[in-house]
T-cell receptor, first 111, second 115 residues
């Protein structure tokens, strides 16, 4: 099993550019989520989804967009990148209650 | 709203010594609690979790944690540290009211193990 796969692993953007971080899972999990990890701040929830067609905001949703058209995929879109969005992004899927399976992360730098 | 506080952003122990990583939470409803570990350049993986039942929870790699409701704590321990335990550890609480898969993480504690 591949588990949770994130692409790309590394990305450099210029301020104002847009991009999509891809996330796919092959475990048939209903719940998926995106976190960002910044030094000294742990992981903060950006958006999550409890199933296909259902998404909701987490702690830090501004500047990000998500959709969930299939159970497997949960892409994260940066609409207009800002230096404050420089971070490591983790996608996770989970089985209840709360056992998250994480991808290996996508490191984003915004110049 | 739920929150998690991890006391000590860095902890250093000698190989063979006791490991104690502290976690306190706040929650308006009975919590589900978790410890995750992150090795360098990797994602997080589950060490152990408390949902209901026995308050002393055993996890992988010899770690355990005890849920103490009166102290709102869920400290992580290991009797004897190994060099391979060096990593960052995160405590998390689930938001049951918002769906128990929605986890709120602490800021993390980086554990160093020296010979």
């Amino acid at each position: 099993n591949a588990g949770v796969t994130q692409t790309p692993k590394f990305q450099v953007l210029k301020t104002g550019q847009s991009m999509t971080l891809q996330c796919a899972q092959d475990m048939n999990h209903e719940y998926m989520s995106w976190y960002r990890q910044d030094p000294g701040m742990g992981l903060r929830l950006i958006h999550y989804s409890v199933g296909a067609g259902i998404t909701d905001q987490g702690e830090v949703p501004n500047g990000y967009n998500v959709s969930r058209s299939t159970t497997e995929d949960f892409p994260l879109r940066l609409l207009s990148a800002a230096p404050s969005q420089t971070s490591v992004y983790f996608c996770a899927s989970s089985t209840p209650p709360g056992e998250l399976f994480f991808g290996e992360g996508s490191r984003l730098t915004v110049l | 709203a739920q929150s998690v506080t991890q006391l000590g952003s860095h902890v250093s122990v000698s190989e063979g010594a006791l490991v104690l990583l502290r976690c306190n939470y706040s929650s308006s409803v009975p919590p589900y609690l978790f410890w995750y570990v992150q090795y360098p350049n990797q994602g997080l993986q589950l060490l152990l979790k408390y949902t209901t039942g026995a308050t002393l929870v055993k996890g992988i790699n010899g770690f355990e944690a005890e849920f103490k409701k009166s102290e709102t704590s869920f400290h992580l321990t290991k009797p004897s540290a190994h060099m391979s335990d060096a990593a960052e550890y995160f405590c998390a609480v689930s938001d049951r009211a918002g769906g128990y898969n929605k986890l709120i993480f602490g800021a993390g504690t980086r554990l160093a193990v020296h010979p």
